[in-house]
T-cell receptor
Framework: EAQVTQNPRYLITVTGKKLTVTCSQN?????MSWYRQDPGLGLRQIYY???????DKGDVPEGYKVSRKEKRNFPLILESPSPNQTSLYFC?????????????FGNGTRLTVT | LAKTTQPISMDSYEGQEVNITCSHN???????ITWYQQFPSQGPRFIIQ???TKVTNEVASLFIPADRKSSTLSLPRVSLSDTAVYYC?????????????FGTGTRLTVIP
């Protein structure tokens, strides 16, 4: 089954403790992206990657890192999480560089930073 | 990248047709219009996409007037399971997939 898989689904951590949220897709998609969703603010893009070893900042990249060493994986790294990074995170992928290919989303990771 | 404006929320009774309009006054010549649906605690899901006039699939119809400054997502005979947030996006295949603007979407509540 074609899908985008995020892990973990839920994560509670403390301020400053490094964490990684994994994202993997099995559709051989070039494009991958991370979003965060907060009440009243909608979905905001954090980082995106057009292909392996190619990443770029989205709207809200501060406090986050990403890497794209393999086509299928696009982990989101929080080196020193803070409470304002408590949010619902989504990973997405798309088949080619064209906008009119639909995005495929994972089921989300709910992160709480205390 | 053109941004969009949608109503924050809508209510509808089961069995009715629902029309959600999206305004995109700054849409560019090469931009497509895409709608996504999001259920609670799930990622958004692609519904429909169009460039002009009318597009229909098994889930919805998309109406785009000649000036393309707005679009209307039409959901026929909604059921309780259509309760979700609906997002309208515009963008161009020529500029690629960068930094898509989702906004806050329209929260549709279907009432029994």
């Amino acid at each position: 089954e074609a899908q985008v898989t995020q892990n973990p689904r839920y994560l509670i951590t403390v301020t400053g403790k490094k964490l990684t949220v994994t994202c993997s897709q099995n559709m051989n998609h070039e494009y991958m992206s991370w979003y965060r969703q907060d009440p009243g603010l909608g979905l905001r893009q954090i980082y995106y990657s057009m292909n392996v070893e190619v990443t770029d900042k989205g709207d809200v990249p501060e406090g986050y890192k990403v890497s794209r060493k393999e086509k299928r994986n696009f982990p989101l790294i929080l080196e020193s999480p803070s409470p304002n990074q408590t949010s619902l995170y989504f990973c997405a992928s798309r088949g080619d560089g064209a906008y009119n290919s639909p995005l495929h989303f994972g089921n989300g990771t709910r992160l709480t930073v205390t | 990248l053109a941004k969009t404006t949608q109503p924050i929320s809508m209510d509808s009774y089961e069995g009715q047709e629902v029309n959600i309009t999206c305004s995109h006054n700054n849409i560019a010549t090469n931009d497509y219009i895409t709608w996504y649906q999001q259920f609670p605690s799930q990622g958004p899901r692609f519904i429909i996409q169009g460039y002009k006039t009318k597009v229909t699939n098994e889930v919805a119809s998309l109406f785009i007037p000649a000036d393309r400054k707005s679009s209307t997502l039409s959901l026929p005979r909604v059921s309780l399971s259509d309760t979700a947030v609906y997002y309208c996006l515009v963008g161009s295949p020529l500029t690629g997939a960068n930094n898509l603007f989702f906004g806050t979407g329209t929260r549709l509540t279907v009432i029994p």
